[in-house]
């Protein structure tokens, strides 16, 4: 079985770490992804047999690592979907983008989504996009920024950065073609707990050679 980092799991939920190129889902590909090896990793854990359910309520690009939740049961899949689309759940996310921008700024424009990859649109066209940024470091003409992502379109960082002439680092879609991973990483989730409604949060930091070079706390 593929190692998993469990970060917590009850009877409702599971929260992992997913690694950089993993999928979340099976595609065209049929690359090993994120789900099929959560529900591995319960099926040997529980000795269930037959198939086991997982909701995928959310999503992180292949390229891009970080925290996701699963749910366990429909009911808390229904929850934590619900929570999302009401902006309930806080996504933050480290990233490392080229050239200097603000200390803090919202981003917000209109996406439209063309096949794999998403366009700057209009209003009619597209759907809103918004976030917020923070600078945390500065070095060698690379900016180390947290976001909080507050919808949840299409490649929307990498698209929103990028268009500000700040793509990311290692981003070969819509920045530069650089032969790193993309430096983008979902380090920060909270939310309420879908049945016992306590306040659950997570944090998990980038590692890697890259990240490595930046000193700063988030």
Known sequence: MTKLNVLYEDNHIIV???????????????????????????????????????????????????????????????????????HEMIKEYLLICHGKLPNKGTMEDYILKKNEISVISNEKEGKKALLEYEILAYQNDLSLAKVNLITGRHHQIRLQFAHRAHPLYGDNLYGLKEQVPVCLFAYHLKFKHPVKEEIMEFKLLPKGEVWSKFNYEA
């Open 16 to 86: 992992v770490e997913k690694k950089p190129n993993v999928l979340c889902q099976s595609d065209y590909t049929k690359d090993l992804d994120l789900l099929t090896i959560v529900k591995e990793y319960i099926k040997e854990k529980y000795h269930k047999p037959g198939n086991v359910y997982l909701g995928l309520v959310h999503r992180l690009d292949r390229p891009v690592g970080g925290i996701m939740v699963f749910a366990k049961t429909s009911k808390a899949a229904s929850r934590l979907s619900k929570m999302i689309s009401n």
